[in-house]
């Protein structure tokens, strides 16, 4: 990794998992596995704006899906007039198509840096969690890559809920995403270091509920 990137994420990244390493012993119980997680907790309730801007935005994308798919029908003879009246559309609404995508790539660099940060940690005592005996190598048990796999695939089930309805090749390609995301993090998690597969999956269980609450939100105002 290059010397900027370490420094500004990666780095601060290791002194945290440690400061939360601190915490565990503070209260008793040292553990690299629950510092993780109470890490992973934590972050995801600081990057909660990003994820409920990035839910509402497919949200609205959903709701104004029907009067952007009869633009699309009536000008579909004439690509430029389809294109200008679709941006005369955004104006008019004040939707950026956009809006659900930015708050996840603005979550990247800081994701790339997680990865880095916990393959690359060095562990001032043996690492075990509940069944491991070193969080820093592989599950033997693949009971944390099977895990997941499957947080991996109701996440994105999850998420897909919340997109505009697609049909033909699109609907297809939600589906082969649906199935083929889980098998493949499920796949790369059996060779990956234990805690950063415990980070992933502690990262998708949160993101389950938040999503489950906007959810719940949005049903109980309607």
């Known amino acids: 990794m290059g010397n900027i990137f370490d420094i500004a994420l990666v780095g601060p990244i290791k002194i945290t998992l440690n400061i939360f390493f601190r915490f565990t012993e503070m209260i008793g119980i040292p553990n690299y596995g629950l510092a993780i997680i109470l890490f992973t ?28 798919k009869a633009i ?9 007039m389809q294109q200008q009246k679709m941006a005369e559309f955004y104006k ?11 708050p996840l790539l603005v979550q990247m660099p800081i994701l790339i840096a997680i990865f880095y940060a916990i393959q690359e940690f060095e562990y001032t005592i043996t690492p075990s969690f509940i069944y ?22 109701y996440s994105t089930k999850q998420s897909q809920s919340n997109q505009p309805t697609q049909e033909g090749a699109m609907a297809q390609q939600q589906k082969i995403m ?37 959810m719940r939100n949005d049903e109980a105002k309607a």
């Open 178 to 214: 649906l199935m083929f995301m889980p098998l493949f993090i499920g796949y790369i998690s059996i060779n990956f270091p234990a805690g950063l597969v415990l980070y992933w999956t502690t990262s998708n269980i949160v993101q389950i509920a938040q999503q489950w609450w906007l």
């Open 72 to 80: 699309q029908e009536r000008y579909k003879d004439n690509k430029q």
């Open 92 to 102: 008019e609404t004040g939707f950026n198509p956009l809006s659900g995508c930015l």
């Open 41 to 68: 907790i934590v972050l995801k309730f600081i990057l909660y704006p990003l994820t409920v801007k990035q839910i509402k935005g497919m949200k609205r994308m959903q709701e104004l899906q029907p009067k952007m």
């Open 132 to 153: 491991l005996a070193d969080i820093s190598l592989p599950d033997p048990f693949y009971f944390l890559p099977i895990l997941s796999a499957l947080t991996t695939w």
